[in-house]
């Protein structure tokens, strides 16, 4: 009974018409999270009119062709950009930007880190596979260090971004991380950051079996996906435990839930105050 009901649900937000089957490898995980997302959406019982979803570049950018929202494929590192244009100008709509990790942190760093300083209400999904998946396997901002890649065939030596840790950093109102095994906790995270007035963080930690995981001879998605489970923990599990015995873990949970100014509401406050004529001097 539950699989012909996801199953509906899925008919209703999905273009079927649209490049079916999918470009991603099989046994990719952003499957997983797309699936989340329609999920969530059909949780909150959101109008899909309403809701908008943007992306930038990479197999995670891709994920706005399949779904019946409003959906815009932008420039690489940019989707929070545009976002925040449309965000401006419809601040009605529950507007979600999909990203790789690469996409988010690189190019897109800046933008990153400042949507999260204003707080807008945009949710940030970043599917975190710690490559460049589509483009060949570059090392990405989250590559662990040590990890080979295409271009850093001898090893990784930078240290990764943790993008969690950084969202809550620069003010992000919402910040969760969970992986592409535990799906039920991951679209739970994905409902509580769409429902958030504010600026909202959802980091999936997923896997690349076709460029990383092959190069550095990982084993299969399955494997891969093993591995997630075997080496995350909870955040209350990680309060009990020493930074040695944390280190190489996968750390989920919600990292912050905070009631913050949300950025769409304080600029309408700008500008009544402007139309009125009302000047510093006078608040």
């Given at each position: 009974?539950?699989?012909?009901?996801?199953?509906?649900?899925?008919?209703r937000y999905l273009r079927h018409s649209k490049k079916f089957p999918n470009v991603w490898c099989a046994g990719c995980g952003i499957g997983i999270v797309l699936g989340a997302i329609i999920r969530a959406v059909d949780g909150l019982q959101l109008d899909k009119n309403d809701v908008a979803m943007l992306s930038g570049i990479g197999c995670t950018g891709r994920m706005p062709v399949y779904v019946d929202f409003n959906t815009m494929h932008t420039t690489h590192g940019r989707a929070l950009a545009f976002a925040t244009g449309l965000k401006m100008v419809r601040p009605e709509m529950h507007v979600i930007v999909v990203m790789g990790d690469g996409d988010a942190l690189s190019i897109g760093g800046n933008h990153f880190i400042h949507a999260a300083r204003r707080n807008i209400g945009l949710t940030a999904i970043v599917v975190n596979?710690?490559?460049y998946g589509m483009t060949g396997g570059?090392?990405?901002p989250t590559t662990p260090t040590g990890a080979l890649a295409t271009t850093a065939p001898y090893g990784n030596i930078e240290q990764p971004f943790p993008i969690a840790e950084l969202a809550v950093t620069a003010g992000a109102a919402f910040v969760a991380r969970s992986t592409v095994y535990h799906v039920l906790e991951l679209e739970k995270y994905i409902v509580q950051a769409i429902a958030k007035e504010g600026f909202s963080v959802v980091e999936v930690i997923a896997y690349c079996h076709t460029t990383l995981g092959r190069i550095n001879q990982w084993g299969t998605a399955p494997d891969m996906m093993r591995y997630l489970k075997g080496h995350s923990l909870t955040l209350k599990q990680a309060a009990t435990m020493s930074e040695d015995e944390r280190?190489?873990?996968?750390?989920?949970?919600?990292?912050v839930d905070r009631d913050l100014p949300e950025y769409t509401r304080l600029y309408?406050?700008?500008?009544?105050r402007a139309q009125s004529g009302q000047t510093l001097s006078e608040l």
């Amino acid at each position: 009974m539950k699989s012909q009901r996801e199953s509906k649900v899925h008919e209703r937000y999905l273009r079927h018409s649209k490049k079916f089957p999918n470009v991603w490898c099989a046994g990719c995980g952003i499957g997983i999270v797309l699936g989340a997302i329609i999920r969530a959406v059909d949780g909150l019982q959101l109008d899909k009119n309403d809701v908008a979803m943007l992306s930038g570049i990479g197999c995670t950018g891709r994920m706005p062709v399949y779904v019946d929202f409003n959906t815009m494929h932008t420039t690489h590192g940019r989707a929070l950009a545009f976002a925040t244009g449309l965000k401006m100008v419809r601040p009605e709509m529950h507007v979600i930007v999909v990203m790789g990790d690469g996409d988010a942190l690189s190019i897109g760093g800046n933008h990153f880190i400042h949507a999260a300083r204003r707080n807008i209400g945009l949710t940030a999904i970043v599917v975190n596979n710690l490559t460049y998946g589509m483009t060949g396997g570059q090392y990405s901002p989250t590559t662990p260090t040590g990890a080979l890649a295409t271009t850093a065939p001898y090893g990784n030596i930078e240290q990764p971004f943790p993008i969690a840790e950084l969202a809550v950093t620069a003010g992000a109102a919402f910040v969760a991380r969970s992986t592409v095994y535990h799906v039920l906790e991951l679209e739970k995270y994905i409902v509580q950051a769409i429902a958030k007035e504010g600026f909202s963080v959802v980091e999936v930690i997923a896997y690349c079996h076709t460029t990383l995981g092959r190069i550095n001879q990982w084993g299969t998605a399955p494997d891969m996906m093993r591995y997630l489970k075997g080496h995350s923990l909870t955040l209350k599990q990680a309060a009990t435990m020493s930074e040695d015995e944390r280190r190489g873990k996968i750390v989920r949970g919600v990292f912050v839930d905070r009631d913050l100014p949300e950025y769409t509401r304080l600029y309408d406050e700008i500008i009544l105050r402007a139309q009125s004529g009302q000047t510093l001097s006078e608040l």
